[in-house]
């Protein structure tokens, strides 16, 4: 952040103490304490600079994308466990009606 923010905050706290901080000075100098804290807090996590946009699109097509791929391979290990057990099922039925004696 510029030190224009910095500058304007503490304009806006000296203005307060000599007014009596009425209603609207107060306002603004938390609107411009917020808008400082925010920059301060995307500075330190690196998102301060032009292309911190592009980089958090990009990771959250990188997040969504192992989602997608994630939940792909949960549904077919749960769609080949399925038809094991239909399979062995199928096959137990097969051995209770004595299906096997009959290809023989």
């Given at each position: 952040?510029?030190m224009?923010s910095e500058d304007?905050?503490?304009s806006?706290?000296a203005q307060?103490?000599?007014e009596g901080?009425?209603?609207a ?5 938390v609107?411009?304490?917020?808008d400082?804290?925010a920059?301060r807090a995307?500075a ?7 292309d911190?946009g ?9 997040l969504?994308?192992w989602?997608?791929a994630?939940?792909g391979?949960?549904?077919?290990a749960?769609d ?5 057990v ?7 039925l097969?051995?209770q ?6 290809l023989?």
């Amino acid at each position: 952040m510029t030190m224009d923010s910095e500058d304007m905050l503490a304009s806006l706290l000296a203005q307060a103490a000599e007014e009596g901080a009425d209603v609207a000075t107060l306002r603004a100098v938390v609107e411009e304490a917020g808008d400082l804290g925010a920059g301060r807090a995307l500075a330190r996590i690196g998102l301060a600079d032009a292309d911190a946009g592009a980089d958090l699109r990009e990771l959250r097509e990188l997040l969504q994308g192992w989602r997608d791929a994630r939940s792909g391979i949960w549904g077919q290990a749960f769609d080949k466990f399925v038809r094991g057990v239909m399979a062995l099922l199928l096959a137990a039925l097969a051995v209770q009606l004595g299906l096997g004696d009959m290809l023989q």
